[in-house]
Each structure stands twice: as C-alpha cells, then as structure tokens.
C-alpha cells in the first residue's frame, strides 16, 4: 500500500493500492493528459474525470475501475496537488516494475 498527501500542508492524505496501480496501467490513465507545459492543474483533474466517466460507461463492470474512482479519482480529498503525487508515485512504480520485466526477458 502507498500513500499520497492531497494538499500542501499534507493534511490529507490518500491511500493507493497496488491494483489500483495496476488499473491506472491498463486503461493508460495519465496518457496525454498533460499538456506540453506538464502543469497539473485542476482543469487536468477535470480531464481525467471525465475521461474515467467515458471509461465507465463503457466498462461498467469492471469493479476495480469502479473502485480507482471512487477511492481515488473522485475523492472528495483528490485535488490538483494530490493528482501531482498520484502521478509521481506512477511513475516510480512503473519503473519498479521495468528491471523484473527486463530480467524475465534476457532469461528467456
């Protein structure tokens, strides 16, 4: 489990799940949704909110999305600051994963 702070004064906190990473990674949450400047702002929050609601309408059943959302994406804590860290902390966690993937291939 992981945890991001939502707010400067890091008050507010988020806790993320390793298959909520995993969900992020599968429908490519964070995929062009910076714009060239990298700001995250909350009009990118909004973005991605509403790039989730497509998502949702289309995979309705999928509860691991379901549960992105609503403990993560649409919390009433998330905001531009949080959505920063989510990101920061996709990152590192995406390249955890890159040296046990490159193993499994040169061992094969």
Known sequence: MYKIICNYRASRQL?????????????????????SNGIV???????????LRSLLEA???DADLLDLCH???FHD????FGL????LLY???EKSLSPDDEQSDSES
């Open 15 to 35: 806790d993320i799940t390793e298959t909520q990473l995993q969900t992020m990674a599968r429908y490519n949450l964070f995929s062009d949704l910076l714009d």
């Open 71 to 73: 403990s993560v994406i």
């Open 41 to 51: 702002s909350e009009s990118v929050l909004e973005k991605l909110r509403l790039n």
């Open 84 to 87: 920063h860290q989510l990101i």
């Open 77 to 80: 804590n998330m905001k531009a």
């Open 59 to 61: 995979n309705h059943e």
């Open 91 to 93: 990152i590192d966690w």
